[in-house]
């Protein structure tokens, strides 16, 4: 059995390119969101990037990039309690 140790957040970041992100907020309170980036067409091949924001989605600090190309489309990711 899956038990769910983080939610699913109502923030969102600024400048998410061609998604709007999937927020989740973690038990020891930062925000991650997760989202898809691309420059190309809707079915071009993207990178799944992800940032961080410390106060509850006030504030990002720099986009990383979790999977490079060739990620076409974002679901809510799985977070284990080991973090992974």
């Not at 999937?22 to 420059?39: A, R, T």
């Amino acid at each position: 059995m899956l038990e769910i140790i983080a939610t699913v957040s109502d923030v969102a970041t600024e400048d998410v390119l061609n998604s709007l992100g999937s927020p989740v907020e973690m038990p020891d309170g930062k925000v991650w969101v997760f989202y898809v980036s691309g420059l190309e067409a809707w079915d071009a091949e993207t990178n799944l990037q992800y940032r961080i924001s410390e106060d509850k989605g006030v504030t990002w600090g720099n986009a990383a990039t979790l999977v490079a190309s060739p990620t076409r489309m974002l679901l809510y990711p799985l977070v284990f309690r080991d973090g992974d």
